[in-house]
């Protein structure tokens, strides 16, 4: 519910609400069942815990966004930033809003456009290899192949960025997009990373074709919201400083 009485404060708090949100119940849904769980591969449903190293990783970056989470445009996130998307990965995972796709195939390319930020993904199908390893890109570097009915989607080349879950540039993933009815595409996708997670894991969820169309989602880097986050936190940077001038009880 959309509600406009609690002030200035208040309705920059409450500025998402329930008419936003998509809950996207059919991702938990495969060949009519509901699933506990999105994980097939380890069959406890869990993601396997993450290495010592790429622990300390993430808790060095935790530790780092708390001390400066605000004093500059890089330290926010790349999906703040309207740089990139999570919903487009890989993996494409839904979240919050703006959860929707648009894959064009022809005979050489299959596109994928996200909605939320407006990410495009071009994954050639010609039997190219991947990139050089010294280029990286936000979303990977993605290549295609068809196994039967199966698009087969192999990505690399990430950024030290990327962040999925702790990992980073030596990121792989690989995507099966099967088309099992008129209207839904079974997406599995498998995460390879040895430098972060202790063993590789798979999981699944379904893509159901919708009959509205995808409307501009207008977002770009250097955008008046960064400004407002920016400002934002040099207030609260001065309101600390104030208080602790004032001294404790007063």
């Known amino acids: 519910m959309d509600r406009r009485d609690g002030g200035a404060e208040a309705d ?6 329930d ?29 396997p815990p993450l290495t ?58 299959v596109m994928i456009f996200v909605e939320e930020i407006h990410d495009l993904r071009i994954i050639p199908l010609d039997g190219r290899p991947h990139l050089p390893p010294n280029i990286r890109q936000w979303v990977g570097d993605s290549i295609g192949r068809w196994e039967g009915d199966t698009l087969v989607v192999d990505t690399t080349n990430f950024t030290s960025q990327t962040k999925f879950r702790g990992s980073g540039e030596n990121l792989h993933v690989i995507e099966r997009f099967t088309r099992v009815s ?9 995460i390879d990373d040895p430098s972060t997670f202790t ?31 920016l400002s934002g936190a040099r207030r609260e940077e001065k ?3 104030d208080a602790a001038k004032k001294g404790p009880g007063r």
């Open 19 to 47: 008419a936003f949100y998509d809950r996207g119940s059919h991702l938990i849904r495969v060949d009519g069942y509901k699933r506990t769980s999105m994980i097939v591969d380890p069959p406890d449903g869990r993601i």
């Open 12 to 17: 920059v708090e409450r500025a998402y609400n």
């Open 52 to 109: 010592p190293e790429a622990r300390k990783k993430v808790d060095q970056y935790r530790a780092e966004a708390r001390r400066h989470p605000a004093d500059r445009p890089s330290d926010r996130s790349p999906q703040e930033r309207c740089i990139y998307s999570a919903r487009a990965g890989p993996p494409m995972l839904g979240a919050m809003y703006n959860n929707n796709y648009q894959i064009v195939q022809t005979a050489a390319y």
């Open 182 to 190: 008129p209207d839904t595409i079974l997406y599995r996708f498998t």
């Open 239 to 241: 309101a600390a400083e």
């Open 199 to 229: 063993r590789a894991w798979t999981a699944e969820s379904t893509f159901v074709a919708i009959s509205d169309h995808l409307y501009e989602y207008a977002c770009h880097e250097g955008n008046y919201a960064m400004v407002d986050m």
